[in-house]
């Protein structure tokens, strides 16, 4: 039986662009993650829309949450926003940043009191409450109180 003489040397499988891709994501991601004090509750790589990985920071909600957040902005050198879209459940506080071309949410979410509290400002008041408000007029000079009252009708037939 022929054996070979000669060693091999196993050659490494050539990587797709995708798992390329996915892997950088996975250790920018990390490296942020080694500088945060407050770890988010989930992490996500993702594919993007617009190709290659991006990664989502997932907090949960409250206080400490919250702070976690303001960690990566931090780190990131970006502003986070308020995001009242939740409807009814809260006020996400998010930040959109782009780190070693790698796209990054984080976010958490808080109710109103927390998140000011947090941000140390208050929101603009609605446009409902800021409108002016007209004096209220006595019965006695408005134009409804010189109308004639209105009897109803009853209709044909009897019917009511």
Do not use: N, W
Not at 8 to 29: D, I
Not at 68 to 75: D, F, M, P, T
Not at 112 to 134: F, G, H, I, S
Not at 147 to 153: H, L, Y
């Amino acid at each position: 039986m022929d054996q070979a003489t000669q060693a091999t040397t196993p050659t490494a499988p050539t990587q797709s662009p995708e798992r390329t891709a996915y892997k950088r994501a996975s250790a920018t991601t990390e490296g942020i993650l080694d500088q945060l004090t407050a770890l988010p509750r989930s992490v996500e790589i993702c594919a993007e829309f617009a190709g290659g990985y991006g990664a989502r920071l997932h907090f949960g909600s409250g206080i400490t949450a919250a702070r976690g957040v303001l960690e990566v902005a931090g780190i990131t050198g970006t502003e986070p926003t308020r995001d009242t879209s939740a409807q009814g459940l809260g006020i996400y506080l998010e930040l959109h940043a782009t780190v070693e071309g790698i796209s990054l949410v984080a976010r958490a979410l808080l109710d109103r009191a927390e998140a000011d509290q947090l941000l140390q400002q208050t929101p603009e008041p609605a446009a409902e409450e800021t409108a002016p408000v007209a004096p209220p007029v006595p019965l006695g000079s408005s134009v409804l109180a010189q109308a004639r009252a209105v009897t109803p009708i009853a209709p044909a037939g009897g019917v009511q």
